[in-house]
């Protein structure tokens, strides 16, 4: 049954409580009906239905609409109502995804109609329509999200392949529903409705009728109108390999700089930054700004100026040919490259302790996100770390906990954590900090229950009732794939530079006349910017500057410019530094 309400038999619009359903001024509508058309409604027409894709973007001139979730199923819910002044959609128009929900019209009136397309270009080029409706459809991104809108995945807890399904649906922000095998009561009227055995699960359930049985993380991405990967036989100027901040900002700098640029990522578009719930210290928000915000106005950014970005599509192979570099993907497809950026960041350290891993992803996380944050409800939780992504876990965690302990192995908590982070922590009448602490052990049958900790500076060990486990100790570059390729440091982090220039081969590069410029790795035409560089930041920020820089290096490289080598009357080679012109 619709929850829509009604006032004097007549649909009740939504208030606009977060900023989520915002309103046209009459002269930004006067704007739009240059780019589309009018058109009259009839009460009970679907302007467009959950799993289809976005066609038009709809302002409502007069008349209400209402946006349901399950339209007609047993789960049908009204997500929200509008009236006139008010558009529909939310970020699938913007980023090529299917819709979410369906939207009917309950009292006949007239829309103002768009094309998608046509849509997009005035969001990237109308910096206040943009902001507004970005901000908007963002934020109904996160009630999708809240509610447990989208699909469903049906899988047990103890299943990794639905660990991996609830992991890209997070990770890439989709709006679905886990519904544990173990516990919930729906899952067995489920597996009887579609006669699914359960050594058949995980599957995917989408508009009462659409399954996938165990599907690839592709398969998921192709149901819901991710662009799919298509790498084969493609010849791009620059393919970027990792699309996090660094990634993001390599593919925008060299889409606007026109090169034919392909941004690839094995899971999601944001890397570790998309699972912060507030960056502050990021130049040019005052106030802060979420990691999933940050990361989708850079989506949109990358798609205005043409790079394409493909999700998911995970490198496993990179081999020099002709000047130029084949790369090849786990499902055996290739493309060719002028140039690469590795920006493929790092991945969280897990915490080795005795029987965690049976609870990994059901209450032990690698990641503080709106849906771990979800499922912890006003339950106490604990997060161990002593950096920047603890503290910020703490302070989001403590939002929907009863309360956190953030238990730091160090004894000063200024050591690895920024100031304006270290204050908020410590002032957080929610949040206890315990320092010299380390896990030494979990408890609990199918989900956390408590922990126990030791203070390693007396050895007095104690219990720590906690819901959920959240770990930030460090990370681990993700150059698996590169090992025997380029040069590593011991950690694993590709060296670039001087560092790259110490143990080149001077063979490789005796022809080019130069030495590996600043962010160039042991391959001539291969840079690596952000996490996965040796001896990066580990900052946001830094992160996007050097995949801008990195775009800049291509250019040089491609002209055949950039640190040029010419031998002194003694014959020896200076030291690489700046970039010289070669004309």
Known sequence: MSTAEHENGAVRETPDRYGAFPRLTPEQLEDLTAHGERRRTAEGEVLYREGEPFREFLAILSGTVEILHDQGGPDERTVAVHGPGRFLGELGLLEGQAAFNTAVVR????????????????????????????????????????????????????????????????????????????????????????????????????????????????????????????????????????????????????????????????????????????????????????????????????????????????????????????????????????????????????????????????????????????????????????????????????????????????????????RYLVDQVEQHPKIEVLLHTEVRGVAGEEKLESLTVEDNASNERRELQAAALFVFIGARPRTEWLGGVLALDEKGFVLTGGDARAVADANRWASLGRDPMLLETTLPGVFAAGDVRSGSVKRVASATGEGAMAIRLVHEHRERRGNLVSADSEGRRPVAGGSVSSR
């Not at 109904?140 to 399904?165: K, M, N, Q, V």
């Not at 544990?180 to 359930?205: G, H, Q, S, W, Y």
């Not at 497809?333 to 990994?360: F, H, N, T």
């Open 107 to 418: 009292e006949a009136g007239e829309i103002l109609a768009v094309p998608v397309e046509r849509q997009r270009a005035l969001v990237g080029s109308d910096p206040v329509l943009g902001d507004l409706i970005l901000r908007a459809y963002l934020g109904r991104r996160y009630l999708l999200i809240g509610l447990g809108a989208g699909f469903r995945i049906l899988g047990s807890c103890y299943s990794r392949d639905t660990l991996r399904l609830r992991e890209f649906a997070a990770r890439n922000r989709l709006p679905h529903r886990w519904v544990d095998l173990e516990r919930d009561k729906e899952a067995e009227a489920l597996l009887r409705r579609f006669a699914i055995r359960p050594e058949e699960t995980p599957v995917v359930l989408w508009q009462g009728e659409r399954l996938l049985r165990n599907p690839s993380n592709a398969e998921l991405a192709r149901l819901i109108g991710l662009p799919a990967p298509s790498p084969e036989n493609e010849r791009c100027d620059v393919m970027v390999v990792g699309a996090g901040p660094a990634g993001l900002a390599a593919a925008v700098y060299g889409a606007s700089d026109g090169l034919t640029t392909v941004t690839v990522d094995a899971v999601a578009t944001g890397g570790q930054a998309a699972t912060s719930s507030r960056i502050e210290n990021y130049l040019g928000f005052p106030s802060g700004i979420s990691g999933g915000e940050l990361i989708e106005r850079a989506v949109l950014q990358a798609h205005k100026f043409g790079a394409r970005l493909m999700v998911p599509a995970e490198v496993s192979t990179l081999t020099p040919q002709d000047d130029e570099y084949v790369v090849t993907f786990t499902d055996g497809s290739r493309a060719r490259a002028g140039a690469v950026v590795l920006a493929s960041g790092v991945r969280y350290r897990r915490l080795e302790v005795p029987g965690i891993d049976r609870l990994e992803g059901i209450s032990v996380y690698y990641a503080a996100t709106v849906h771990e944050a979800g499922l912890c409800r006003a339950d106490p939780v604990a997060v161990v770390g002593g950096g920047n992504s603890a503290g910020q876990a703490a302070l989001f965690l403590a939002q929907h906990a009863s309360g956190v302990h953030l238990l730091v192995r160090g004894g000063d908590l200024n050591a690895d954590m920024s």
